[in-house]
């Protein structure tokens, strides 16, 4: 009963100051579209860029040989480290944290026929665990490169899609051969489109990937070019990239401490960085959202002065009568929540409506897909309530301690 009355109360104001209560509701709700917006937009570039990010793999080692730079053992320093393909086993063997490890090879300016079409571009010969660590996904109707292929040595290919697109066109790929340097290939895959932000010798959307066993017996390379690896464990990167330097620097007598002797790419460590500072960009749209929405609470807070002032007698009637300081601050405390959480309700309805929309925009620009789409989360429907929630407590907590302050006798001569 005490709330219906409350709010009875509150739309006797309304009537009695529409145009202000209704200039400070669309202050609220403005202020509240602004913070959503920016923290939508903020989550939807977040997730986008995490997709890109993970367009290299995810949870990744990217491991190349160096030179020595201190003396190990009674050997010199400047010795090049390179990896062969017996690694592949060895780590597996020595460091068994290790979930999938792999090589790979790298050649250039190789020349690829389908029909009219010819193109030059890189040839990888990789491992099957490529599929996983690196995010070679096929489109429906193909498959990457498997043991069978390794094991026999097949001459079959997996096509980036923009490399496809570029030999093909709008043909079907699969099944299909293409002639690489004079030699006979057959196509039995072609890698999904994706967002890629990391990688090292250019895009995987142009790149021609090979069974490395085929690479090898075709072009004769004794070493890797480099290894990837992914741990079980991704918490327990640190230790396994220690212990990934200490059997290698046994096998190759260096010096596990040597910094030059290996080149690390850890993606796990870039990921850590980077989501930190996407949080910062977070925090940061949500605090320019924050202050708009606190300039409309100045309103709310105003608002609720001017009824204290215009109330002064009403307000000393029922002190003289035995009402409360409590009661008295409730209800105005109670009055600018009604203001703002109604603001608040309206501006969350509008965005969401507004995201809705959004999503059925296609978004078919480079720039467009790095951007993402707004996405209004859990995450930013607690953080927008607290804010709110704070606004209207402050927005109301003054004006109701100065009602709760009335002098009854002063205030029944108050004109």
Not at 133 to 148: C, T
Not at 203 to 219: L, N, V
Request: glycine share 10%; aromatic share 10%; hydrophobic share 45%.
């Amino acid at each position: 009963m005490k709330g219906l009355l409350i709010f009875g109360l509150f739309l006797r104001d309304l009537k009695k100051q529409r145009k202000r209560i209704t200039l400070t509701l669309m202050a609220i709700v403005w202020g509240t579209i602004s913070i959503v917006m920016l923290l939508a937009f903020g989550e939807g570039m977040k997730r986008s860029l995490n997709k890109a990010r993970h367009g290299m793999g995810r949870d990744i080692v990217v491991m190349w040989g160096g030179q020595t730079s201190i003396p190990f053992q009674g050997l010199g320093k400047g010795r090049r480290i390179r990896f062969i393909d017996e690694d592949i086993e060895f780590l597996k063997k020595k460091v068994p944290e290790i979930e999938a490890v792999g090589g790979e090879y790298n050649r250039w300016g190789i020349s690829m026929t389908y029909k009219k079409n010819t193109v030059s571009e890189r040839v990888n010969g990789v491992y099957p665990c490529y599929e996983e660590m690196r995010a070679h996904y096929s489109q429906p109707g193909g498959r990457f490169i498997n043991d069978l292929d390794m094991k026999y040595k097949r001459r079959v290919v997996f096509l980036g899609d923009k490399l496809k697109e570029r030999l093909f066109g709008s043909e079907e790929a699969v099944g299909k051969t293409v002639i690489m340097n004079n030699i006979p290939f057959t196509v039995i895959g072609v890698m999904i489109e994706k967002m890629q932000m990391g990688m090292y010798n250019g895009p995987d959307e142009d790149k021609t990937t090979i069974p490395a066993t085929t690479f090898k017996s075709i072009w004769g390379h004794k070493y890797l070019q480099n290894i990837v690896y992914q741990p079980r464990d991704a918490t327990q990167i640190e230790e396994i990239k220690k212990k990934v330097s200490k059997v290698m620097g046994a096998k190759y007598k260096f010096d596990p401490e040597d910094k030059e002797a290996l080149w690390l790419w850890d993606v796990i460590e870039g990921q850590k960085v980077f989501n930190k500072v996407l949080i910062g960009f977070q925090i940061f749209l949500g605090i320019i959202g924050g202050m708009t929405l606190l300039i409309a609470g100045v309103g709310v807070a105003n608002i609720m002065y001017v009824a204290v002032k215009e109330r002064t007698r009403e307000i000393g009637i029922k002190m003289a009568m035995g009402a409360k300081r409590l009661h008295i601050m409730s209800q105005f405390l109670l009055e600018s929540l009604i203001i703002t959480i109604l603001g608040g309700a309206l501006g969350v309805f509008f965005c969401v409506i507004i995201v809705k929309i959004w999503a059925t925009i296609p978004m078919e620009a480079d720039w467009a897909q790095w951007l993402g789409k707004p996405v209004i989360s859990l995450e930013i429907a607690v953080i927008t309530s607290l804010i709110l929630g704070i606004i209207g407590m402050l927005s109301g907590i003054f004006p109701s301690r100065r009602a709760a302050s009335v002098d009854p006798v002063e205030s029944l001569r108050y004109e």
